[in-house]
């Protein structure tokens, strides 16, 4: 019997454990350790933010779907990692603190076999100053920010209503974030609901990025086939602005924030302040706060993990200038290289560079959108460390792991605005693989066949469906298995 | 980065008939059978790599 311990219990983390459950469960004991106690439905937060979802539509409680399905939970925070063990406990294990309120802060150490690290992201706020809820923007990253930003948003419109010009400011809050797609799908729900409230004469909508162009979103940019051209997606990212009239701000770095003001950095090294009345700003992301010790106590988080925090797994780390960087540098067994029994899922491995070119501004201020690896490209790595684990539980250490690259796989990104059946609208996109390739796909580094971008209800629809297909699957009910990732 | 304004003032604004066409449901729902086969090929791909 082998434990197969998983930290995290986002779309990775739990994608990992019902997996595990299905796969390896009836020999094998699976372990949850995530210090939250509810499941959330990222994706769909943007709709919490603007008042079109309520917080309780976008999580449940994780516990009783883990006591269903025989799966141990923990509610408690993961700190150290003893890969070795150490003097006293002689198995690899993990300490944790307690945050279930019956054992607050009480210390923990559970043992494993295999650990699955899909802890995700640290919102860090704290890289800008002024940045965050505590500070003086909202933000859509957990269920409860977005409801704070709903409310913050309607006291806006009341104000429009009342005859005061706004100015909305919405997008990312430091030079080195992720999720521009996020930032950019909360930009059009935000336009609907002017819209829809009658007042979006009365706002100044824009968009702040990291992005040097519009419609990069942390890869690039797209090139799409359509109607008989190849066209890009800044293209047709810039003509959703113009027809919805939103302003945007290009290369930038976010630098302070205070009370309705952004303080920011482009490019080309220019700075200014936009003042705002409004401003939903993005984090950027950092890996948790794990540490790592050898059997000696000795602290190795520095081999384990990357400057950033993320875990190091297969990728090639060697530093490489952008222009020699290739698809293959990329992981695709998520296993960390000096204990191949620790996995890295999900938004917690360490991607090995951006994919959107970086720049520096003439004062040496690095503008670099970070690569994004959450939703579908997530699930599929919680999956694929599992399928690995039980190759390994029934061949043995030298068992072939399963290979999931980012360069190898897609990614759906449907930015939806709107509610109902009829009156939504979607940008969707799908682009194949995520990390181009320019190798297996010379002329734009991605297939042109399976890479496109469509405007339209049919988008909000699907958006819809996502919501309610994956919590289905989140919570385990018959028939799961046969959702994708 | 003065005229990045400028880019998207100049971006291709779409017709009255585009925009129709992104809220005609019977188009819409032909569009949304064919994204999704589109999602469900690119998905089947994804997961299944040598």
């Known amino acids: 019997m082998a434990r197969v311990l998983i930290l995290g219990a986002g779309i990775a983390g739990h994608t990992a454990a019902l997996h595990a459950k299905r796969l390896l469960g009836r020999n094998n004991e699976i372990i949850v350790v995530s210090p939250n106690s509810n499941y959330n439905w990222i994706p769909s937060n943007i709709w919490v933010g603007v008042g079109k979802m309520q917080k309780q539509q976008v999580i449940f409680p994780i516990a009783p779907v883990y006591k269903r399905k025989g799966i141990e939970f923990h509610q408690a925070l993961a700190k150290s990692i003893y890969p070795e063990g150490d003097s006293q406990i002689a198995n690899a294990y993990v300490e944790v603190s307690y945050t279930d309120p019956g054992r607050l802060n009480q210390v923990g150490k559970i043992e494993y076999d295999f650990l699955i690290n899909a802890t995700g992201p640290k919102l860090n706020f704290a890289a800008t100053e002024g940045l965050g809820p505590d500070g003086h923007t909202v933000s859509v990253c957990t269920a409860g920010h977005a409801v704070d930003a709903a409310e913050a948003l309607k006291s806006s419109i009341e104000k429009m209503k009342a005859g005061n010009k706004q100015c909305i400011a919405i997008g990312v809050g430091h030079g080195t974030c992720t999720c521009e797609g996020a930032a950019f799908e909360y930009t059009f729900n935000v336009d609907h609901e002017l819209r829809m409230a009658g007042v979006r004469d009365m706002a100044d909508l824009v968009y702040i990025t990291n992005e040097y162009e519009l419609g990069d979103f ?94 190091k797994v297969d990728a090639d780390y060697s530093g490489k200038p952008y222009e020699e960087w290739k698809a293959s540098d990329w992981p695709s067994t998520y296993r960390n290289p000096s204990y191949p029994n620790i996995f890295a899922v999900g938004i917690a491995f360490a991607p090995p560079h951006q994919i959107s070119k970086p720049r520096k501004s003439p004062n040496g201020t690095l503008i670099a959108p970070a690569p994004p690896r959450t939703g579908m490209p997530s ?21 072939e792991a399963h290979s999931a690259s980012m360069a190898k796989m897609g ?55 996502l919501h309610y297909m994956f919590i289905y699957k989140a919570k385990g009910r018959p028939g799961w298995q046969f959702i994708p990732e | 980065m003065e005229n990045q304004n400028d880019s998207i003032a100049h971006a291709p604004l779409p017709t009255a008939k585009t925009l129709r066409f992104r809220k005609n449901l019977l188009i819409q729902v032909w569009r949304f059978v064919a994204i999704n086969i589109k999602m469900l090929n690119m998905i089947r791909k994804g997961h299944h790599q040598k």
């Open chain 1, 411 to 465: 990614a759906a990104c449907v930015a939806s605005s709107g509610s109902g059946l009829t009156q939504g609208s979607a940008a969707a996109m799908t682009m194949f693989p995520i990390v181009p390739d320019y190798e297996a796909y010379p002329n734009t580094g991605r297939s042109l066949k399976d890479t496109y971008g469509e405007i339209g209800l049919s988008g909000h629809w699907i958006k819809l469906l």
């Open chain 1, 218 to 311: 942390g890869v690039g940019g797209m090139v799409f086939t359509q109607r008989g051209f190849q066209t890009t997606s800044k293209l047709w990212t810039e003509s959703l602005f113009r027809e919805r009239g939103v302003r945007a701000i290009l290369g930038a770095h976010v630098e302070k924030v205070e009370a309705g003001k952004v303080y920011y950095e482009q490019v080309d090294g220019t700075k200014d302040v936009l003042a705002f009345d409004f401003a939903m700003l993005l984090p950027p992301f950092r890996g948790v706060d794990l540490q790592a010790f050898n059997k000696a106590g000795d602290d190795i988080s520095s081999e384990i993990f990357a400057p950033s925090g993320f875990m």
């Open chain 1, 379 to 399: 699930g599929i790595m919680g999956k694929l460390a599992i399928l690995t684990i039980k190759e390994l539980l029934n061949k043995g250490p030298q068992a």
